[in-house]
């Protein structure tokens, strides 16, 4: 999903899973988002600079630039 709110780009997404060896699902949660954002924008808290990106919660993430979201919904939606 892609929304816009005070200034921030909104995306909701679901956590990744993983398929074990049995063919059940594995639930993960968001930490392969969370560093996958990392490496790809920066630290979420950064003294140095204004954040690029920042985790709200429960699959919500926000960017400050269109550009960002649209490269993380191509990773993970």
Sequence with gaps: M?????????????PPVDETINGK????????CLEWCTRQFGEMRSPDSPPRWRFVGEGIFEFKDEQDLILFLLRWE
């Design 2 to 14: 892609k929304n816009s709110h005070q200034g921030w780009h909104v995306a909701s997404v679901a």
């Design 25 to 32: 699902y594995r639930y993960q949660g968001w930490r392969p």
